[in-house]
């Protein structure tokens, strides 16, 4: 597998910002390749075919319902595309034009599913090209980006799911955000998907399923931030929060052989059975699905 450099043309808006995030180091393990958060296209190789996945994706209604729509390319005519997880068909592949298709995850159990962080794998057959059949492993996740106004207040781009016991629920998506100098309160308003802030200095932002899918849909409405003391706001800064591609990567071989299921860690299992009774934030074990793996 040869993966090809990351696209760097960034978007224009990012460009501008005052807090535009660093790009990541790309690295492989286990044939996966972690994505610049700022690029706009991913690519990657495999023999003589090229696939790029868009990495920002748009919703739209489909059958009915919103849905996250998340378009590719390849440099070959497609016969067929085929999304799945382990054992399972999931989300639906579509063949839009000779060398583009699309990924449709609908909200509620397929967004969710793949935003609380399983891979998805996709099976993309050509006319031509060799080889005529590889599967390609993408990863979608949480991602601030836009940043406008003060640079007073930092907003961490990651938004990561954590498992923290709340009723019936286990999986919040939790951001992070701290503010320059002395203020006494940071507040996040929007029309919709607002998440619960606390913490001083160092905020945690934290959101249900359900109020995630508010912020992000539709991406083009910004989260608006304020900081300030007894006398108001004296800080003001907007971000937007959008479901990108994060990670994405090829191979040509049996894809449950080169991207096998995590087991779990034994760092994340010493570190979630050494909590006391009654904890029920385990964030400081590992990400949602890494401590998940560990609590059977």
């Known amino acids: 597998m040869h993966l090809r450099a990351l696209a760097l043309t960034c978007l224009t808006a990012l460009a501008a910002c005052d807090n535009t995030p660093i790009e990541s180091e790309s690295q492989e393990e286990l044939g996966v390749s972690t994505a610049a958060e700022t690029a706009t296209r991913l690519y990657a190789t495999v023999g003589n075919n090229e696939l790029s996945f868009e990495t920002l ?15 590719a390319t390849a440099n070959r005519y497609l016969a067929d595309v085929l999304s799945f997880v382990p054992d399972d068909a999931f989300g639906d592949a579509n063949v839009i034009s000779e060398r583009r298709f699309e990924i449709v995850l609908h909200e509620g159990h397929e967004l969710n599913t793949m935003l609380s962080g399983l891979p998805l794998f996709v099976k993309v057959t050509t ?11 993408i990863v979608v996740a949480p991602r601030f980006y836009d940043f406008r106004g003060d640079s007073g207040i930092w907003i961490d781009e990651a938004v990561t799911p954590r498992y923290v016991v709340q009723g019936n629920e ?40 359900t109020k995630l899918h508010e912020a992000i849909d539709p991406h083009t409405v910004p ?30 071989g049996d ?37 998940l793996r560990c609590t059977y």
């Not at 304020?226 to 191979?251: C, H, I, W, Y």
């Open 57 to 71: 994706g748009t919703f739209e209604q489909r059958d009915g319902v919103r849905a996250l729509v998340i378009r």
């Open 127 to 137: 006319n031509t090209g060799t080889p005529r059949s590889y599967t390609a492993r």
């Open 170 to 209: 286990n999986l919040i998506y939790r951001g992070h955000a701290s503010v320059a100098g002395y203020t006494d309160w940071l507040s996040v308003t929007a029309p919709d998907g607002i998440p619960s802030v606390y913490g001083r200095p160092n905020y945690k932002l934290d959101w249900t399923y």
């Open 223 to 252: 989260l608006a931030f304020s900081a300030g003391g007894d006398n108001g706001a004296t800080m003001q800064k907007t971000a937007r929060l959008v479901a990108r591609v994060t990670e994405f990567a090829l191979t040509d």
């Open 255 to 291: 894809a449950y052989d080169v991207w096998p299921s995590a087991p779990c860690d034994p760092a994340v299992s010493a570190c979630y059975h050494s909590k006391p009774a009654g904890t029920t934030d385990f964030s400081q074990c590992g990400t949602y699905r890494q401590v």
